[in-house]
């Protein structure tokens, strides 16, 4: 578990330096326009890039840490057995998901690279890495399901959502 939740770190840390290029990259191309009446190029391809590697490299570390929005309107009449195996099963569902995602996603990112594929634009950039952590991010996702699926037992005491619901 500290294994994944140390991996699972790096990538949030990646995502997080990524929103911080996200940042500069667009004040400086605002501040470029209004000062310079230039954009700078490039910086639309890089954003696209950089918004995948924050969207799939964060999803691992959310789902270890429980940090998804869960809707419980139906779930919290269920008895407490019964939201576990809810639980599970919405666990193991999202770990099929997320290992096809990684798996598919790892292909397409391997071919990018073969290819040495980059975007049509005003700047060649290349799109195999926006695909290589596609990839490393659903397939962290997915290890985080089967994670919290085999913690399930430990916490069936200590997590709220497995209360017993008060009528």
Known sequence: MNALRYLNSVCI???????LAITVL???DVMSTALLGQPIAGVYESTQTLMVLVVFLSLGFLQTSNGNIAVDILTSRFSRKARAVQFAAAELLGFVFFALLAWQGWIFAVD???INEYSA?????????AKFALAIGAAMTAISCVA???RLPQELDRRPEFEAHAD
């Open 148 to 150: 919290r699926v085999l």
């Open 26 to 28: 667009g004040a400086a």
């Open 112 to 114: 990018s690279f073969n």
């Open 13 to 19: 840390s990646v995502a997080g330096v990524a929103i």
């Open 121 to 129: 634009g005003l700047v060649r950039f290349p799109l195999y890495p």
